[in-house]
Antibody, heavy 123, light 108 residues
Framework: QVHLEQSGPELKKPGASVRISCKTSGYTFTNYYLHWVRQAPGQGLEWMAIINPSTGASDYAQQFQGRLTVTRDTSTSTVYMDLNSLRSEDSAIYYC????????????????WGQGTLVTVSS | SYVVTQPPSVSVAPGQTATISCGGKDIGSKTVNWYRQRPGQAPEVIIHYDRDRPSGIPARISGSNSGNTATLTITGVEGGDEADYYCQVWDVSREQPVFGGGTKLTAL
């Protein structure tokens, strides 16, 4: 079955960078766009980015432009999210998730989701 | 950018019917997905394409979408339905998903 396995929790100081991985399995990696969504404590879901695993092309929510980079490694079917210049407001659970419709930027729904990665930014 | 609005909270007595709205300009022309997020868990889809249920989701959970409001309806609310619920649509012009702010369902 389709599965997304994320890397473990991170504790970072303000100004540092964090890298989270999302290893996929159970399907053809290059056929489905992957997204990153985060959730601050007690808050809702915030979309961050999308990547086309086939080409590596990505797009980012405006509030993260210049600070966020999403890449992929087709040899390991893994997607990476790098967020730099961390501040306390970046403390959140970060999720990777896949759309259900192959080769489609818009449409379908998100399923499955990774288990989430807690990032804590604190001095 | 497209905005969808949900009530922050809905409370119903066990056994009663809960309705959670998701408002947006002409949302009826879009397809709406609904996610349930139980404490400490990742979101999971419970309704897709306005009204379709994935396997394993009971028929007492249903969705509708018309005009400026999409609605998630849960009949016979149980304690296990207590969770946060999010609606999601696609902002086609920006090629990005849009989530509602979420609604916390409480069974009184």
């Amino acid at each position: 079955q389709v599965h997304l396995e994320q890397s473990g929790p991170e504790l970072k100081k303000p100004g540092a960078s964090v890298r989270i991985s999302c290893k996929t399995s159970g399907y053809t990696f290059t056929n489905y766009y992957l997204h990153w969504v985060r959730q601050a404590p007690g808050q809702g879901l915030e979309w961050m980015a999308i990547i086309n695993p086939s080409t590596g092309a990505s797009d980012y929510a405006q509030q993260f432009q210049g600070r966020l980079t999403v890449t992929r490694d087709t040899s390991t079917s893994t997607v990476y999210m790098d967020l730099n210049s961390l501040r306390s407001e970046d403390s959140a659970i970060y999720y990777c998730t896949r759309v259900t419709t192959p080769a489609t930027i818009v449409g379908g729904w998100f399923d499955p989701w990774g288990q989430g990665t807690l990032v804590t930014v604190s001095s | 950018s497209y905005v969808v609005t949900q009530p922050p909270s809905v409370s119903v007595a066990p056994g009663q019917t809960a309705t959670i709205s998701c408002g947006g300009k002409d949302i009826g022309s879009k397809t709406v997905n609904w996610y349930r997020q139980r404490p400490g868990q990742a979101p999971e889809v419970i309704i897709h394409y306005d009204r379709d249920r994935p396997s394993g989701i009971p028929a007492r959970i249903s969705g509708s979408n018309s005009g400026n409001t999409a609605t998630l309806t849960i009949t016979g609310v149980e304690g296990g339905d207590e969770a946060d619920y999010y609606c999601q649509v696609w902002d086609v012009s920006r090629e990005q998903p849009v989530f509602g702010g979420g609604t916390k369902l409480t069974a009184l």
